[in-house]
């Protein structure tokens, strides 16, 4: 049976904004407080899925989250009518407003970890929503995350959604930002790689000094666990505790993966030979050649590739068996990494081709276009279980591009996001968007 990798991209919800909230992430706290463009931050990304579907590439479209999250302000105490609950936080801790207010549900490789039915104990394909417990404001994405993956995934004959883990740092999960698949073929068997940033439990792994490890060894152990993945078929690695310190916040600002190949910095892992060596035994014991394409830091530095979100790029496997790898601009912009890609692609190797996207709006707040992007490989029959609301089309893409264009503003800053206003705005796009992509109720606004 014929299977495939489908890109669920993020939407970007109307209130995207800089809120400095992602302490450890470059991007989100140098540009704190500048004016955003919510319009344009969903044109861009919906442009990539309609580029991508023109490529012959699978494409669905995962909905953003009802924002601002009044519910998540009366949790902690604010109170009255809907209104009353935005000012009265606006007036006494504008952090707190900030946060419940952030678009950051579009980073949809934070949502949720994914492995395919071949490598599940049922044969099912397994979601385990992310906890993201490591932020306030990304903690509270998961109860409606897994209501929207409810939605998407229905057939419980195909699909098993796990809730989020234990909400405490010693299980702090991320999701698919710290985990990528190997496999020769979509449908068959592959090895799960899951990457972490320190243990909670054991002491001889060490942590980083200066920013958060935010994925834990232990959280990734249970994810595992959960799905129901045969030890032959993991790999665990932690991650170098000196690239989180400078700005490495998931291990997809520093490594992708795709089919049999790892494309990583030099830096990026601690014990790297070891884990190359096992990557290498698991997935050779399933027929497949595992293959790594390292960038040394002589051609690349951390810094550049922090900045330039080199890594942070879709390596996409093409008909022909050569791959494809989706930039953000700002690779473009900087002249080593923009160098190393010429003579990458040059190398006749086989990433053959890079495809340029401007999603300026998501870069600064340290989201480029892995960040953007939920991978779940399918066979055809669970591709056809699929809501097919969610699979993108050009009449889709007609839609939604209107949809935005009706719905956005075009600049919204910190004091924006008191306007009571905003919320209307925001609710009657989010009831319109759940008819378009047929999810029926998934919102608070539309279950209280
Ligand atoms: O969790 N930024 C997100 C970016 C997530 C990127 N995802 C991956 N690398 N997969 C984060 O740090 C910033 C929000 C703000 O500051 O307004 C933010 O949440």
């Not at 800089?18 to 861009?44: C, D, F, H, R, T």
């Not at 949720?112 to 599940?120: I, K, L, Q, R």
């Not at 939604?400 to 996001?417: A, C, F, G, P």
Request: some cysteine; hydrophobic content about 40%.
């Amino acid at each position: 049976m014929k299977s495939c990798e489908v890109n669920f991209d993020g939407l970007v919800g109307p209130t995207h904004n800089y809120g400095g909230l992602s302490y450890g992430n470059v991007a989100s706290q140098s540009n704190s407080q500048q004016s955003s463009n919510p319009k344009e931050a969903a044109l861009q990304g919906l442009a990539k899925m309609k580029a991508l579907m023109e490529m012959g590439f699978v494409q669905g479209v995962l909905a953003p989250q009802e924002r601002p999250d009044v519910a998540a302000l009366r949790s902690l105490g604010f109170a009255g009518t809907d209104a009353q609950v935005i000012q009265q936080a606006a007036k006494q801790a504008m952090p707190l407003l900030v946060a419940s207010c952030s678009a950051s549900s579009m980073w949809v490789a934070n949502a949720a970890t994914v492995s395919p039915s071949a490598d599940t104990f049922d044969g099912r394909v397994h979601f385990t929503a992310a906890n993201l417990n490591c932020k306030y404001h990304r903690s509270i994405e998961h109860p409606t995350t897994s209501r929207v993956l409810g939605a998407m995934f229905a057939d419980q004959k195909h699909f098993a959604h796990h809730a989020a883990l234990p909400a405490v740092a010693q299980f702090g999960d991320e999701g698919a930002a710290n985990h990528t698949r190997f496999c020769r073929d979509y449908g068959e068997a592959g090895v799960e790689f899951f990457v972490f940033g320190r243990s909670a439990f054991d002491t001889r792994y060490p942590a980083p000094q200066k920013y958060p490890a935010r994925q834990t060894l232990e959280a990734s152990q249970a994810v595992a666990r959960l799905h129901g993945l045969r030890d032959d078929g993991v790999v665990y690695a932690q991650q170098n505790p000196a690239v989180i310190d400078a700005g490495v916040f998931h291990n997809d600002v520093i490594a992708v993966g795709n089919g049999e190949v790892l494309f990583y910095h030099e830096d990026a892992f601690l014990n790297t030979d070891q884990m190359l060596g096992e990557l290498q035994g698991k997935l050779g014991k399933l027929g497949g050649n595992f293959q790594s394409i390292c960038v040394p830091r002589a051609q690349v530095g951390v810094e550049d590739a922090v900045r330039s979100y080199l890594f942070n790029s879709q390596l996409l496997s093409r008909a022909d068996g050569s791959m494809l790898l989706i930039v953000p601009e700002e690779c473009r912009a900087n002249e080593r990494v923009w160098q190393y890609l010429q003579g990458l692609t040059s190398s006749g190797g086989l990433i053959r081709e890079v495809k340029v996207f401007d999603l300026k709006q998501s870069m600064q707040n340290g989201g480029g276009p892995a960040c953007l992007r939920l991978r779940v490989a399918l066979n055809e029959t669970e591709l056809a279980a699929v809501n097919p609301g969610v699979i993108m089309t050009a009449p889709l893409y007609d839609t939604l591009t209107q949809w935005v264009d009706k719905h956005y503003r075009d600049s919204l800053r910190e004091t924006d996001l008191a306007d009571p206003q905003l919320l209307l705005e925001c609710r009657t796009a989010l009831d319109e968007l759940t008819q378009i992509l047929k999810l029926g109720s998934v919102y608070p606004f539309q279950i209280n």
